[in-house]
């Protein structure tokens, strides 16, 4: 019997990307995507990985939807990939590409699973980063008509949708660190790409209220973290609180205020000119308010000063004693919690969804016919109680999607890192349950645990 219930009507999903599971990268006249691109650079990506074939959804996608159904999930979200719909980035459409994501949503549907799609997780048709993607300001009308025809054809059945998984990731590790695609190492663009996303995501707002389908929900998605000073110190404490701003207050404010954050757009500003903000855009984001806000979390960051960088002077730590998943990231579920109460005080009670929370572990224990993975059972166990103390605290969380719902490509790190409920062998393609997944089942079938 389960200790810790949810609501009523708790959405528990798991989540996915194209790029990260469809394959099919040049199929039935799909375009070419920046990581399609980037994936081929020698280098990029661990042991030469790429999402040519991945997990193949592209053509298994009524098998995993069965597997879906035989978990229970109530929700699924995925992302759909831009090229994939429109090869050029505008203009003609690829009519294989939109069919296939139709029958896609219809076998969720006869499913009984609802559908939340993410129109953009990193995947940007080659032909517009050539005229500069999400740098050149050109960009915004063009994702803007991207959004409105996705609405107009699936907006009948999708009734969630969210429009940008993760600006910060898309500006900073594609525009900044250089570690993801396009692969660009310049801080100034990457502040610019910021605003052109957050300006993006108010077009599509706006696009989606005028729509013939309209009456759905949307929001955005953010990769967001506790910012923990390392020490008392005054250095140790400003340096939280800038990382507070440039990862989480940077694009929470306007998104929910309608504003920037006063002493990130002043740093941003006078040290790198940057971003360019033209007159009514302001007026805009601040007009186009959202249904929900989507938290993608991971864990909390521990932060001390540094004077690493000129502009952002901070390094995160990584605390002794700690248990750490594979991808070395700290296992901190009360973080979830703070987390979720601050976001909840601070932003004014909005909706909120986990998006994405998971961990990669190795994977490479087998009970019988199962994948024995007790430490993502843990991890995700420890991580769902941490949910339960912010519902019980009053925040409005909705749902919680699980990532990832299988194995899948880890953009840099490639196929080695294992997020999935599901395993994937990814020489036969053969897919795997894990414990977690049956233990998952229970969890939705009790709705608690
Ligand atoms: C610090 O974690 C980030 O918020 C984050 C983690 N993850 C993500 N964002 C992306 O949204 C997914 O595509 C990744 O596969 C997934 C696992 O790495």
């Known amino acids: 019997m389960a200790q810790l219930i949810f609501p009523k009507d708790f959405l528990w999903g798991a989540a996915t990307a194209s790029y990260q599971i469809e394959g099919g990268a040049a199929d039935d006249g799909k375009g070419e995507s920046i990581w399609d691109r980037f994936s081929h650079i020698p280098g990029k990506v661990t042991n030469g990985d790429t999402g040519d074939v991945a997990c193949d959804h592209y053509h298994r996608y009524r098998e995993d939807v069965r597997l879906m159904k035989e978990l229970g999930l109530k929700g699924y979200r995925f992302s759909i990939s831009w090229p994939r719909v429109f090869p050029n980035g505008r203009g003609a459409v690829n009519p294989q590409g939109i069919d296939f994501y139709n029958r896609l949503v219809d076998e969720l549907l006869a499913n009984g699973i609802e559908p939340a799609v993410t129109l953009y997780h990193w995947d940007l048709p080659q032909a517009l980063q050539e005229n500069g993607g999400w740098g050149n300001r050109a960009i915004v009308d063009d994702f803007a008509a991207y959004a409105a025809y996705l609405f107009d054809v699936l907006g009948d059945r999708v009734k969630k949708w969210i429009t940008h998984n993760e600006p910060w990731v898309v500006a900073f590790a594609g525009h900044f660190q250089g570690r993801h695609a ?50 008392d110190s005054e250095s140790d404490r400003a340096a939280a609180t800038l990382v507070d701003g440039h990862n989480n207050r940077w694009f929470l404010d306007p998104v929910l205020k309608g504003e920037y954050p006063a002493d990130i757009l002043r740093l941003y500003q006078e040290r ?10 302001m007026e805009c984001i601040a007009a186009s308010p959202m249904d929900f806000l989507g938290i993608n979390y991971y864990f909390q960051k521990v932060v001390k000063h540094s004077e690493v960088h000129p502009i952002l002077q901070f390094e995160e730590i990584k605390p002794e004693g700690s248990e750490y998943t594979a991808m070395n990231w700290e296992i901190t579920p009360q973080g979830l919690t703070d987390l979720l109460v601050r976001l909840d005080r601070d932003y004014h009670h909005p909706d909120l969804y986990i998006t994405e929370n998971g961990a990669a572990f190795k994977d490479d224990r087998r009970d019988g016919g199962v994948v024995d993975d007790q430490d993502r059972l843990k991890f995700l166990q420890q991580h769902f109680a941490a949910a339960h103390r912010a519902l019980e605290a009053g925040v409005k969380l909705k749902g919680y999607y699980v990532w990832s719902l299988m194995d899948n490509f880890e953009w840099a790190h490639g196929y080695g890192k294992r997020f999935g409920l599901i395993y994937i062998d990814y020489q036969t393609l053969e897919r795997t349950w894990k414990k977690s997944a049956l233990w998952y089942r229970e969890v939705i079938r009790d709705n608690g645990l």
């Open 182 to 231: 396009p692969g660009l190492t310049d801080l100034p663009l990457a502040v610019q790409v910021t605003h052109h996303l957050i300006l993006s995501h108010a077009k599509a707002v706006q696009a989606y209220r005028a729509s013939k389908h309209g009456d759905g929900q949307i929001g955005i998605t953010l990769n967001l973290y506790p910012s923990v000073p390392a020490s």
């Open 272 to 281: 790198l000119n940057s971003p360019v903000i033209e007159p009514g855009d």
